[in-house]
C-alpha cells in the first residue's frame, strides 16, 4: 500500500460514521481551537496555565467512559476505582523509584498497565460471568466503593511499601512529578506551561486514535453490540471478548487521568475514589453527549470550569446543581446537551436562510 493511500484510509476512519465533524470546515475549527490553546499560555498567568491542566487530566477518563458507555452500552460506574489504582501505583513506584533518568515515564507507563490489567480481572469476570445492564453498574460502583474504604484504613506505619507510605484517609503525597529525560538533565513537568503542552498534545493525540477506533472495525462492532447484542452474537462476533476489550481500554484511559493528576498534585487520597468521586464522570459524559468523542471533549470541559466555578462561589451548592443538570439532561436532552445545541443551531440556520434567499 502506498503511502498516499495508507494516508487515505487514516483520514477515512478518522472521519468515520461513528463520529460527528467532518469535512474541512470541522478540521479548520479544530486547527482554530488547538492554536487557540497552544497560544494561551502566552496570555495567562501560571496558575490558569496549571489549573487548565488539571481540566486536560480529566479529559482521558471522560473519553474512556464515553467508549466503554457510549460506543459499548455498558455503564461503568467504577472509572474512579481505576483512576485511583493508577495513582497509587504511580505514588508507590516513583517514590521508591525515584525522578532520575527520566524513571517517572516508566512509572507512568508501569501504573497506566496495572490499572489495565486490574480492569481485565475485574472486566473478565464481569462479561464472561454475563452481568450486564444495571447490574453491572452495581458491581463496578460496589469495587470503587470497597477500594476506598481498604485506603482509607491504611494510616499505619505498617501500611508501607518501600519508602512510599499510603497514609490511609490523609492521601498519599511526596511523589516526584513527571521529568522527561533529556541530555542536560530530565526536565521536571510542574504544573506550568510545559506541562500543559505534553498534556494537550496527549490529549490531541488520545483523541485522534479514539476516533480511529471508533470508526474501525472494531468499532462498528462495539457500536453493533450496544445497539442489539443477541443479533451480534448471532452474526458470530464474540460479544464478550469485544466488551472486554472496550472495558479495558476505557478504563486505562482512567489510570492515564489517574497518573497524571497524581503527578500533578503530588498527591491522591482515598476519596478520589469515593461516591462522590464516581458519580461526576457519569455526569460529565451525559452531559457532553456519551455517544461522541467529541460532543463528550466539549460538554465534559464546560461542565468542568462550572463545576469549578460553583465549588469557588457556593460549594454547598456545586453537587446540587450536578445532580439537577444531569435530571435535566435525561428528561429533556438524553443525547446530551452540546448534540442537542448543535442540532437546534443547525435546524434554525436551516429555517433562516431560505428565508435570505428569497
Not at 110 to 129: D, K, N, P, R, W
Request: one cysteine or more.
Amino acid at each position: 500500500m502506498s503511502q498516499s493511500s495508507h494516508f487515505a484510509s487514516v483520514l477515512r476512519l478518522i472521519e468515520g460514521p461513528q463520529t460527528l465533524g467532518r469535512g474541512p470546515k470541522f478540521w479548520s475549527g479544530f486547527a482554530i481551537v488547538l492554536i487557540a490553546a497552544c497560544a494561551y499560555p502566552l496570555f495567562a498567568d501560571s496558575y490558569d496555565v496549571g489549573n487548565n491542566v488539571y481540566f486536560f487530566n480529566w479529559l482521558f477518563m471522560a473519553l474512556g467512559l464515553s467508549l466503554i458507555w457510549g460506543y459499548g452500552g455498558a455503564l461503568s460506574f467504577g472509572q474512579t476505582a481505576f483512576f485511583g489504582v493508577a495513582g497509587y501505583s504511580y505514588g508507590v513506584l516513583s517514590i521508591n523509584l525515584g525522578d532520575a533518568y527520566g524513571l517517572t515515564l516508566f512509572s507512568l507507563v508501569l501504573s497506566v498497565g496495572i490499572s489495565a490489567l486490574f480492569a481485565a480481572v475485574l472486566g473478565y469476570f464481569m462479561f464472561f460471568g454475563r452481568i450486564s445492564g444495571v447490574f453491572l453498574g452495581i458491581v463496578s460502583l460496589s469495587v470503587t466503593l470497597v477500594l476506598e474504604r481498604f485506603m482509607a484504613q491504611t494510616a499505619g506505619p505498617e501500611w508501607a511499601i518501600g519508602s512510599a507510605r499510603l497514609n490511609g484517609f490523609n492521601g498519599m503525597g511526596g511523589m516526584p512529578s513527571l521529568t522527561i529525560p533529556w541530555p542536560g538533565g530530565p526536565v521536571v513537568l510542574f504544573p506550568d506551561v510545559t506541562l500543559y503542552y505534553v498534556t494537550l498534545a496527549l490529549l490531541v493525540v488520545v483523541y485522534l486514535a479514539l476516533r480511529i477506533l471508533v470508526n474501525s472495525r472494531f468499532g462498528n462492532v462495539i457500536v453493533a453490540i450496544r445497539e442489539n447484542p443477541q443479533r451480534a452474537e448471532m452474526l458470530g462476533y464474540d460479544v464478550r471478548r469485544y466488551q472486554l476489550a472496550t472495558f479495558v481500554i476505557g478504563s486505562a484511559l482512567a489510570g492515564l487521568s489517574g497518573v497524571l493528576y497524581t503527578s500533578w498534585g503530588n498527591y491522591i487520597t482515598p476519596a478520589s475514589m469515593g461516591m462522590t468521586a464516581a458519580s461526576l464522570p457519569i455526569v460529565w459524559v451525559a452531559v457532553g453527549g456519551r455517544r461522541d468523542l467529541t460532543t463528550t471533549l466539549v460538554g465534559t470541559l464546560l461542565v468542568l470550569v462550572v463545576f469549578q466555578m460553583l465549588t469557588i462561589h457556593g460549594s454547598q451548592y456545586a453537587l446540587v446543581v450536578m445532580g439537577a443538570l444531569l435530571v435535566l439532561t435525561v428528561l429533556i436532552a438524553p443525547r446530551g446537551i452540546v448534540p442537542a445545541f448543535t442540532d437546534g443551531a443547525a435546524h434554525l440556520f436551516r429555517k433562516i436562510v431560505p428565508r435570505r434567499a428569497r
